[in-house]
Nanobody
Framework: QVQLVESGGGLVQAGGSLSLSCAAS????????MGWFRQAPGKEREFVAA????????YYADSVKGRFTISRDNAKNTLYLQMNSLKPEDTAVYYC????????????????????WGQGTQVTVSS
């Protein structure tokens, strides 16, 4: 069983920055593919970013590319999401997710490919 706990959400003005963290339990964090997703009110949960098991590869949704940075510290069992130049449309509950085992490039963006989820943290960007 893997437990994921997000933190760092809050209220920020458009153009501002926030940094999210996701603390993971388990001794094999480095073997998990980790992702960030978000869900705005009335919308489906969508892919934001993912980081490969070894941490060498990163993937982003087009809507956040160039503004968000996903990183991981395997020694601390922690996943991060640095969000810059935030826009009102970034407002959502942000979730981290873990995938145990291999995952295809296409699968990275699919919620059903991930095995464990955190409880989410609210990010609100005011205009």
């Amino acid at each position: 069983q893997v437990q994921l706990v997000e933190s760092g959400g809050g209220l920020v003005q458009a153009g501002g920055s926030l940094s999210l963290s996701c603390a993971a339990s388990g001794r094999t964090f480095s073997s998990y593919t980790m992702g960030w997703f978000r869900q705005a009110p009335g919308k489906e949960r969508e892919f934001v970013a993912a980081r490969s098991r070894g941490g060498g590869s990163t993937y982003y949704a087009d809507s956040v590319k160039g503004r968000f940075t996903i990183s991981r510290d395997n020694a601390k069992n922690t996943l991060y999401l640095q969000m810059n130049s935030l826009k009102p449309e970034d407002t959502a509950v942000y979730y981290c997710a873990a995938r145990i085992g291999l995952i295809s490039f296409a699968g990275l963006r699919n919620t059903y490919e991930y095995d464990y989820w955190g409880q989410g943290t609210q990010v609100t960007v005011s205009s």
